[in-house]
């Protein structure tokens, strides 16, 4: 006995438009390095939702797009070559960071060397400053100073963990 044609095309239609729309949703990423250390190590899996992006707040851990190379040369201080900066990473991969401020929050100056000379005493619009738990391997605010608010792609939602035994 066969199955009629029409049940099982539909079903396939709506099994490829449900996971067309989870993918649209939510983002799993992959730990790799040890900036976000302890809170996350090497190989642990994280699920982010991609909506209301604009509603992080300090604390929130976020998956951030990385910078192209135009993009981190345009933000970089004119003295920092000279300065022995060293790029953070560029174009294709994601980084996992804390929220430490958002826009008109006030901007944090300890720890944070590379916001001593901004102007203002708040988070400009737009702006965020983000921070690795580890701060001894994270490239984040505390070298490059303020990231774009555009560059968050996810929160994360929940530690999969899957790589922990």
């Not at 070298?143 to 608010?149: A, I, K, S």
């Not at 968050?152 to 035994?165: E, K, L, P, S, W």
Request: glycine share 8%; proline share 9%.
């Amino acid at each position: 006995m066969t199955m009629p044609v029409i049940p099982v095309v539909t079903a396939t239609v709506l099994i490829a438009l449900l996971v067309t729309a989870l993918r649209r949703c939510f983002l799993v990423v992959t730990v790799d390095g040890v900036s976000m250390a302890p809170t996350f190590r090497p190989g642990d899996r994280l699920i982010a939702r991609r909506w209301a992006l604009r509603a992080v707040r300090a604390g929130d851990v976020v998956v951030l797009r990385s910078a192209t190379p135009e993009e981190v040369f345009a933000a970089l201080p004119p003295d920092a070559a000279a300065a022995g900066r060293v790029l953070p990473p560029l174009g294709g991969g994601h980084l996992i960071k804390r929220i430490v401020a958002v826009p008109g929050d006030r901007v944090p100056r300890a720890g944070f060397q590379a916001l001593h000379d901004s102007p203002g005493d708040v988070v400009p619009p737009g702006k965020i400053v983000v921070a690795g738990d580890n701060p001894r391997f994270s490239a984040d605010s505390r070298t490059y100073g303020y990231l774009r608010r555009e560059q968050i792609v996810g929160v994360v939602m929940h530690d999969r963990d899957i790589a922990r035994t």
